[in-house]
């Protein structure tokens, strides 16, 4: 497993807008909802678009070109929940943002 890295300031993220990140050599989706903050793959299984460019609604955030929906909490794909991108951890300290891969045990 890896150790956090910083991927900004929460200044540098809005509400309900994913915001790409590089995290241990890939790109990550980060998105802050009020004081919850998500992280999920940023590249969409299907032809792969940036789903930190997506539209945010709820816990959902749908690829901006083929519409398919994620759940940014766990990142299941909304119409088959046996898909999955994979879902990172997020802490955030001293107004600093961190990101790290899950743990293994899922």
Same mark, same amino acid.
């Given at each position: 497993?890896?150790?956090?890295?910083?991927?900004?300031? $929460?200044?540098?993220? &809005?509400?309900?807008?994913?915001?790409? $990140?590089?995290?241990?050599?890939?790109?990550?989706? $980060?998105?802050?909802?009020?004081?919850?903050?998500?992280?999920?793959?940023?590249?969409?299984?299907?032809?792969?678009?940036?789903?930190? #460019?997506?539209?945010?609604?709820?816990?959902?955030?749908?690829?901006?070109?083929?519409?398919?929906?994620?759940?940014?909490?766990?990142?299941?794909? #909304?119409?088959?929940?046996?898909?999955?991108?994979?879902?990172?951890?997020?802490? $955030?300290?001293?107004? &600093?943002?961190?990101?790290? #891969?899950?743990?293994?045990? #899922?």
């Amino acid at each position: 497993m890896s150790d956090y890295e910083s991927v900004g300031k $929460v200044s540098d993220f &809005e509400d309900n807008v994913g915001k790409a $990140v590089p995290v241990d050599g890939r790109m990550v989706a $980060v998105f802050k909802k009020g004081n919850e903050w998500y992280a999920i793959d940023d590249l969409c299984p299907h032809m792969g678009a940036s789903l930190a #460019e997506g539209h945010v609604e709820g816990e959902s955030v749908t690829c901006p070109w083929h519409a398919w929906r994620f759940c940014i909490k766990d990142g299941t794909w #909304e119409d088959n929940p046996r898909t999955k991108v994979d879902c990172f951890d997020v802490k $955030v300290e001293n107004d &600093e943002v961190w990101v790290r #891969e899950k743990p293994d045990a #899922e």
